[in-house]
C-alpha cells in the first residue's frame, strides 16, 4: 500500500496560484495512478484531476478546466497540482489518491492521504 503526504496548500489570492505536492511512499508508486480530490466545508469531497501511471493521460473536472494542470514524476513518487487563476469558489481541503487502477481511484477506492487546506480569498 502507498503511504501519501500532501503539501503546498495555503492561502492566496483570488488570481492567484499554487502548487500542491503528493509524495508517496513504496518502491511500486509508477504502477499506480494518481488523482487529486477536494473537499469543501459543507460538501461532499468531488474529483479533481486524474492521472495515469505514465502520466501520458490525464483527466480533469469541468470547474479546474484550463486552470489546473496535475502532473508526475516517477523518479521522485511525486505527484504534483499546480493551480492557476484561483477562484473563492477553489478552496477545499485538497487530497491526493492512489489505486491500481482507474476505475478504482474514481470510485474513491483508493489510498488517500491526510489532505492539505487551500483558502482563496476574494
Known amino acids: 500500500q502507498v503511504q501519501l503526504v500532501e503539501s503546498g496548500g495555503g492561502l492566496v489570492q483570488a488570481g492567484g496560484s499554487l502548487r500542491l505536492s503528493c509524495a508517496a511512499s513504496?518502491?511500486?508508486?509508477?504502477?499506480?495512478?494518481m488523482g487529486w480530490f477536494r473537499q469543501a466545508p459543507g460538501k461532499e469531497r468531488e474529483f479533481v484531476a486524474d492521472?495515469?501511471?505514465?502520466?501520458?493521460?490525464?483527466s480533469y473536472a469541468d470547474s479546474v478546466k484550463g486552470r489546473f494542470t496535475i502532473s508526475r514524476d516517477n523518479a521522485k513518487n511525486t505527484v504534483y497540482l499546480q493551480m492557476n487563476s484561483l477562484k473563492p469558489e477553489d478552496t477545499a481541503v485538497y487530497y491526493c489518491?492512489?489505486?491500481?487502477?482507474?476505475?478504482?481511484?474514481?470510485?474513491?477506492?483508493?489510498?488517500w492521504g491526510q489532505g492539505t487546506q487551500v483558502t482563496v480569498s476574494s
Open positions: 489518491s492512489s489505486a491500481l487502477n482507474m476505475a478504482s481511484l474514481r470510485a474513491s477506492l483508493g489510498s
Open positions: 513504496g518502491r511500486t508508486f509508477r504502477t499506480y495512478v
Open positions: 492521472i495515469s501511471w505514465s502520466g501520458s493521460s490525464t
